[in-house]
């Protein structure tokens, strides 16, 4: 190696649509033939843009190039971080594209402590278990449960195009990608499972690189936060699972509750309560959809925050980590005070959640003091992978990405968005940083 | 000349005294009967306020509508086997119906004249078996009550329906919406905790009221224990009946129980609010202002006077043997002091002012309706109690009182009653606003301000020794729009951070009593604007409502009943300070 700490970064955000794929580089030496060790952070896709997506594999592909030493020789990637089980953030690790990845070798997968085979729970008891960490896992589950229950529900919701809609995206990025969660648990290399201020195993991999989790939380540290809480929410997801009934199949909606009891059409209702029926059908549309927003919610909150410190330079990457993640590192955390100086220092940021309106807290954007109105070298750069349309509604301020924080992005940072990207030609924002 | 009518008032009907988790000694679950007015139902079943609609949207399926009325008028079930009750829909339907109504009636009863709901039908509909899914809710919108249902932890499906408190926790959203519709605006923590609280409160003070349920609980709480050892047949030993072990057993029995099999749809909730200490709201106060830990206050401060009452009543009644207490009468003393306290309760709404209600004004509301109706309290010291337990979570009434202290005082200063006819009065709503106009500066409105007479309620309301109080019930209303920058004039400070081009709303009301010989008693106020005091308040609550995202695009959807009620069952309030 030609030098023992990198003397710069590169970072391709792909267009994948809506999802994540950031493919970080770090150069030991800037002279032709100098080594390179790469890390891979998320690869998944819920939604391509019509004219300028490229298939998951083709981007497998470009990656595989991208870690091909410069002189020839056989590609390498140094390790994969896959911040949360998203199909957003982890569905390119399944099927062809992720067997292309896994042939790349990598030392180190390092995911959070809610993908650790050994919390996966071997006995269903959530209510004993609320608070230990088999029993979040089994609440993880639980809502997968709900996300496949959900989806076939919409299949058979009439008339409720909107509703349906939304629903179907957020159900299908919920589903469990067990082909993806495979690939990633058999590549044969290390994997650590991180939460707040553990090492994260990258520093073997990139020789003078610092990595601080920030998150998640543990249970017991986000205990700080969330005091009684807990019980409610094991006990709200393990019963939701069964309450939304599987149907029967085939489109079709689930049996009757009651099989043997009369049932009447809607033509024996009086005359002036007929609006009722079609009334409480929309309402069960709208009742999915908050559902299946608080599980969206939950899953994004098991998100890994990763800090890196290469030189001066700081380079912040929270995939979807909303608020209720982001509450530990900023306020409740032993060491929130040192963790909020760093922070301050940011040089890029890869903005949360697709710059969705709560996953960028404002204390967070606060404490950036590399934020300018004017251009300039140090100034604070965001890199933003998203696509309009998919999530959220503008009728509720709740569009992802939300303008408003798109704005001052624009004002305030160099903004690298993969909006930008409209054409095959274009599959990635290039940025390099000397560090 | 008319005949008597045969026809009876009331009709008593089965009912699953608390939910299918509390069973007597043999397993059965415990049911009830209670008394509702009676009716000529048609298929459903459909009456004059409710009608029962068994549409269930999970699976789209429509059950035949229920005839409840047997050969004779008899209802359909009597003694219902715990099949029936779990598995027959047309129990399910007896049940609500059933429930509903009797929360309905007590309502009509408290307050002396009919409840109407807070939308143009005069029937609610109620769907027990609305859609898969741990949750219920009061819905204005599609003028309904929704019950859910989902499998229990031995897989069988687990009704709301028959959950007692949970289908008077929505009874009670929906009467107090049309009783009161501002108190769903958005105001302060108070406001916003009340409907929650106050529908708990409703809830337990009407089961506690079923004798049935106390004994039940009682008798399950205190088994195992030392309570059969030395204690003679039917007898409960004093140490078991003061006011902590009342609270630790009866209280957190019931709360448990009703937690085994409904925790998903209301959360810890009630749990938390009978555990809760004066000391935890001083540890964590920022933890209080959050609506659904605010609505918790109000249901500990109520519970703990219930409890005290209780051991009032026991204490007058004595002992019948030296320690020991009769078991019956223990019960018939909780069903008495919970239904007493329930009556106080909702004819409290009618002294509360229209609008920005807080805790401090539903305890002089509390205080000054029975204080109306029963100016004695010596005998059970129910309003001591009350003044009592709602000091000890820092709760002071808003009036310091005069005759009393707490209630509300009668309205002082010249009106002017000239050019007005009391006759009108009591059902004209342009004749009263004659009467509000000509005193306007004397009860405080706001000039320039849209003012509107909202509602205008003749009562008749009888006091426990049969006495008859008669009285007027007016809500007025005021409403400013202006902009944020417009603030100032008024001496309203605008929130940190909001824009001066922001659209604000403020409200303010007066709530007016008049006597029988329309005389005005009394004038409720929270007024708009106009006093150093209300400028305060109202600066406050704007900065509380932007706190709490309430200018927020898409903020009233977020105010729905089925969304409040399942972040309590969830337990996970929004950061709306760190969003953009």
């Known amino acids: ?435 | 000349m008319p005949q008597a009518s045969n026809h009876p008032r009331t009709r008593r009907m089965t009912i699953v005294a608390q939910d299918p988790a509390i069973t007597d000694e043999t397993g059965a679950i415990l049911t009830t009967e209670v008394e509702i007015p009676a009716e000529r139902l048609a298929p459903g079943p459909c009456g004059y306020r409710v009608h029962v609609i068994d549409y269930d949207s999970s699976t789209r399926t429509l059950y035949e509508p229920a005839v409840l009325d047997g050969t004779g008028g008899a209802p359909l079930f009597v003694k219902p086997s715990n099949d029936e009750i779990r598995e027959d829909p047309r129990f399910h339907a007896q049940n609500v119906y059933a429930i509903v109504m009797r929360i309905l009636g007590r309502f009509e009863f408290a307050l002396g004249r009919r409840v109407s709901w807070d939308f143009q039908s005069h029937q609610i509909k109620v769907a027990p078996h609305a859609f898969a899914d741990a949750n219920a809710f009061y819905s204005e919108r599609d003028e309904a009550l929704l019950f859910g249902y989902f499998p229990g932890r031995g897989g069988k499906p687990v009704f709301a329906c028959l959950s007692h408190d949970v289908v008077a926790h929505e009874t009670t959203h929906a009467l107090v919406d049309g009783l009161r519709g501002r108190f769903t605006d958005p105001s302060s923590p108070d406001q916003a905790g009340f409907h929650e609280g106050f529908s708990d409160v409703v809830a337990l003070l009407s089961v506690f009221a079923l004798r049935d349920v106390v004994k039940a609980v009682l008798d399950r709480s205190l088994a195992g224990g030392s309570r059969r050892g030395a204690a003679p047949d039917g007898l409960v030993h004093e140490k078991f009946l003061t006011p902590e072990a009342l609270r630790q057993s009866v209280l957190l029995g019931l709360a448990k129980q009703m937690g085994e099999e409904m925790s998903a749809v209301r959360g810890q909730a009630l749990r938390r609010s009978v555990k809760l200490q004066p000391e935890d709201i001083q540890a964590d106060p920022e933890a209080f202002r959050e609506p659904h830990r605010r609505g918790e206050i109000l249901v500990a401060a109520m519970l703990n006077a219930f409890v005290e009452v209780w051991t009032t009543r026991l204490e007058s009644l004595g002992r019948i043997q030296k320690k020991y207490f009769d078991r019956e009468r223990i019960a018939e003393e909780a069903a008495a002091a919970a239904d007493y306290l329930l009556t106080m309760s909702i004819r409290a709404l009618d002294y509360t002012p229209p609008v920005h209600l807080e805790f401090g004004d539903f305890l002089s509301a509390l205080l000054t309706a029975d204080h109306e109706i029963r100016p004695d309290d010596s005998k059970y010291r129910y309003r001591d109690s009350l003044r009592r337990s709602f000091a000890r979570f820092s709760i002071a009434p808003a009036s310091q009182g005069g005759a009393e202290e707490g209630i509300w005082l009668p309205s002082q200063g010249d009106v002017n009653y000239e050019c007005v006819h009391f006759d009108s009065m009591t059902r004209d709503r342009d004749e009263v606003f004659r009467f509000i106009w000509e005193n306007r500066q004397g009860l405080g409105l706001f000039e320039g301000a849209y003012t509107r007479v909202e509602t205008l309620r003749p009562c008749l309301r009888i006091a426990p020794d049969g006495f008859a109080l008669r009285e007027t019930v007016i809500e007025c209303t005021q409403l400013l729009e202006l902009q944020a920058s417009e603030l100032a004039k008024l001496r309203i400070r605008k929130p940190d951070g909001m824009s001066e081009d922001t659209p604000v709303r403020l409200q303010g009301g007066i709530t007016l009593i008049f006597d029988e010989r329309g005389g005005m008693k009394l004038a409720i106020s929270n007024q708009l604007a106009g006093t150093p005091e209300t400028e305060e308040r109202q600066s406050r609550r704007l900065q509380d409502l932007w706190d709490f995202g309430h200018f927020n695009k898409g903020a009233s959807l977020n105010r729905r009943f089925s969304v409040q009620h399942r972040l309590r069952a969830m337990g996970s309030p929004r950061q709306i300070q760190e969003e953009w």
């Open chain 1, 1 to 435: 190696m030609a030098s023992k700490r990198p003397t710069s970064v590169t970072i391709r955000s792909y267009q994948v649509g809506f999802g994540d794929c950031f493919l970080l580089s770090f150069h030991y030496g800037e002279k032709e033939g100098a080594e390179a060790r790469h890390v891979l952070i998320d690869f998944g896709s819920t939604g391509k843009p019509p004219k300028s997506g490229l298939s998951m594999k083709e981007i497998a592909s470009l990656i595989r190039e991208a870690c091909t030493p410069a002189g020839g020789g056989k590609p390498k990637l140094h390790a994969v971080v896959a911040t949360h089980r998203h199909a957003d953030h982890i569905s390119g690790f399944g099927g062809t594209s992720g067997e292309i990845i896994a042939g790349l070798q990598p030392d180190l997968v390092l995911q959070p402590w809610t993908e650790d085979p050994d919390a996966a729970p071997d006995a269903r008891e959530p209510t004993a278990a609320a608070a230990s960490a088999k029993g979040f896992v089994a609440r993880l589950d639980d809502m997968h449960a709900v996300s496949t229950h959900v989806l076939a529900e919409v299949a058979t919701l009439r008339g409720l195009k909107t509703v349906s809609a939304q629903l179907g995206f957020l159900g299908e990025d919920n589903l469990k990608n067990l082909d993806a969660i495979r690939t990633l648990q058999d590549m044969p290399c290390r994997h650590v499972y991180a939460s707040y201020g553990v090492r994260s195993g990258l520093e073997k991999v990139l020789p003078g690189v610092r990595v601080r989790v920030l998150g998640p939380p543990t249970l017991k540290q986000s205990a700080a936060i969330q005091k009684q809480r807990e019980e409610d929410a094991a006990e709200f997801w393990h019963l939701q699972a069964q309450a939304v009934r599987p149907p029967a199949g085939d489109g079709a909606v689930a049996g009757p509750l009651f099989p043997g009891a009369a049932q009447a059409s809607s033509e024996d209702l009086p005359f002036q309560t007929r609006w009722f029926l079609p009334r409480l059908d929309a309402l069960r549309g709208e009742q999915l959809l908050e559902i299946v927003r608080i599980l969206d919610t939950a899953m994004n909150n098991t998100s890994l925050i990763l800090l890196f410190e290469v030189g001066k330079k700081k380079l912040l990457f929270p995939g979807d980590a909303q608020i209720e993640n982001w509450l530990y590192a900023l306020t409740a955390a032993k060491d929130s005070g040192k963790v909020q100086k760093l922070l301050a220092e940011v040089d890029v940021y890869k903005v949360g959640h697709h710059g969705s309106l709560n996953a960028t807290p404002k204390t967070l954007w606060n404490l950036f003091r590399k934020k300018s109105e004017t251009a300039g070298s140090g100034r604070l750069q965001s890199l933003l992978s998203t696509m309009s349309g998919k999530h959220g509604s503008t009728d509720r301020n709740t569009e992802v990405p939300r303008r408003k924080l798109v704005d001052a992005l624009e004002k305030e940072t160099t903004l690298h968005s993969t909006q930008k990207l409209t054409r095959k030609s274009q599959p990635c924002n290039e940025v390099r940083i000397p560090v």
